[in-house]
């Protein structure tokens, strides 16, 4: 169901930015993928299901926000770009650094979300 996959984007974000912290990069590999399919099938799903992923703007997990932002950036570009904005603005490099980097490709159409 389309509340399996969200939980599942949730948890999966969530290890993520685990394996991201211990520097476990084949683990954080093997994630991004299964993450990838989950919103794959979101979108598949009738009416472009990542848009539920909005829930998560406000999570108290950074990589969590940082992850619907760019899972919705393509179906809710102005409020994707506050995250982004906010992310970037904040102390954690790690992720401050990916939002800036999002921003930038987005303002020189260099990235164009699908």
């Known amino acids: 169901s389309v509340e399996e996959l969200v939980d599942l984007f949730l948890g999966l974000s969530i290890e993520m930015d685990e394996a991201q912290r211990y ?12 993450n990838r399919a989950v919103l794959d099938e979101l979108k598949r799903r009738e009416g472009d ?21 760019h899972a919705t950036l393509a179906i809710e570009p102005e409020q994707a770009r506050r995250i982004f904005e906010a992310i970037a603005q904040s102390d954690r490099r790690d992720y ?19």
């Open 23 to 34: 520097d476990e990069l084949a683990r954080y590999n093997r994630l991004f993928q299964r």
């Open 49 to 69: 299901q990542r848009r539920v992923l909005t829930r998560f703007y406000d999570h108290p997990n950074l990589k969590v926000r940082l992850d619907a932002a």
């Open 96 to 114: 401050s650094g990916d939002a800036g980097m999002t921003l930038w490709n987005l303002d020189r159409g260099v990235y164009k979300p699908t």
